[in-house]
């Protein structure tokens, strides 16, 4: 790696650890090329064409709608690029290049060889749920989802949390004794219960979620930075800086925030195993994203709900299962990368 020259002693030493744990290491490039991948599940799962060639035209239908009569059609509708005489009419007159699933998540396979939700096959490679919906692109699009749900409340519950930690383990006093009986009684509120009772409400989607979500998955990183300000604002160096005349924010914020991090970082990858878990549950339950959003727990709701399919469950099953996991190998190398009792393997 050319640029840890440019890292601090300890921190050279803690990528160092993390690489050197094989399998925390590969586990977080798998993880970051499915989801790279998965954020063009567009251009890899689809109903309409990357792109299209007609009469010496270029056409890119995965960006613009067209009408029928674009391609000499019969009515002044959407072109539906499946449709035999559409098809036949391109191919006729130039060609279109497909992406390698022909089904986006909400297309539904009206000429499935069974009754839904049919098996696997040379077409739905794993499947059709029981609206006929191709099993792999919703699995694609779900895994995009759970991964952006969980990555934005990862980060906005840590930034959240990290602040309300400093400014209870920085003042004391009252401050931290208001907080934290605060903190008690917003935690001891049944998350579950009011999302049963908002989602009769207000129709929930993804921001809604993830700012119910938000209110209270803060709490779980407050204790350790708390701990980690109430040991340090004592120390020399702190004590220093505000001989100097530091300002207390330049104090917390430059000077103490770097070691609470260490907690921090440590955690953050078991909060975004957590946002995941809660997310498929809440749709598992019928509470989470709207009807026909593509999503693991309805997969598995789905699965549930059709035993005599196993394709449904055992496809949400392995693919929480591998999100899971590699998570958690994730998390276990970025916590012997942070202890300092830690060596290299």
């Not at 077409?123 to 749900?149: C, E, H, K, N, P």
């Not at 120390?235 to 800086?241: H, S």
């Amino acid at each position: 790696m050319p640029s840890i020259k440019k890292l601090s002693p300890i921190n050279q030493r803690r990528l160092q650890i993390f690489c050197s744990h094989r399998r925390g290491f590969w586990s977080f490039w798998l993880l970051l090329v499915l989801f790279i991948l998965s954020l063009g599940a567009e251009l890899i799962a689809n109903d309409k064409p990357l792109i299209a060639r007609y009469q010496d035209e270029f056409y890119f239908p995965l960006w613009h709608n067209y009408s029928e009569l674009t391609f000499d059609g019969e009515f002044d509708m959407y072109a539906d690029y499946k449709d035999p005489f559409i098809a036949k009419k391109i191919n006729d007159n130039g060609w279109m290049v497909w992406p390698p699933i022909r089904f986006s998540y909400d297309t539904i396979n009206y000429d499935l060889p069974t009754p839904a939700p049919s098996p696997p096959s040379a077409t739905d490679w794993l499947g059709t749920d029981d609206q006929g919906r191709d099993v792999l692109a919703r699995v694609i699009y779900g895994f995009r989802i759970s991964m952006l749900f969980a990555l934005i409340l990862t980060i906005a519950s840590s930034v959240i949390g990290v602040i309300a930690g400093a400014l209870q383990g920085f003042y004391g006093g009252k401050t931290d004794l208001i907080m934290q009986r605060f903190i008690e009684i917003w935690s001891g509120l049944p998350v579950l219960f009011l999302l049963i009772i908002l989602s009769n409400m207000v129709q929930p989607n993804f921001w809604w979620l993830l700012g119910i979500m938000l209110l209270f998955s803060w709490m779980s990183l407050v204790d350790v930075v708390r701990a980690e300000f109430l040991r340090s604002r004592n120390l020399e160096y702190v004590r220093a800086a505000k001989a100097l005349g530091m300002s207390n924010k330049r104090i917390m914020f430059k000077h103490m925030l770097p070691n609470a991090m260490v907690a921090t970082l440590t955690f953050m990858p078991f909060i975004f195993n957590g946002s995941l878990v809660t997310l498929t549950s809440l749709d598992f339950l019928g509470f989470g994203l709207p009807v026909g959003s593509p999503s693991l727990g309805e997969l598995l709701e789905q699965g549930k709900n059709n035993l005599q399919a196993p394709w449904l469950g055992i496809s949400a099953f392995v693919v929480l299962s591998l999100m899971l996991t590699l998570l958690i190998f994730i998390g276990e190398a970025v916590r012997d990368a942070f202890d300092p009792r830690s060596t290299f393997r």
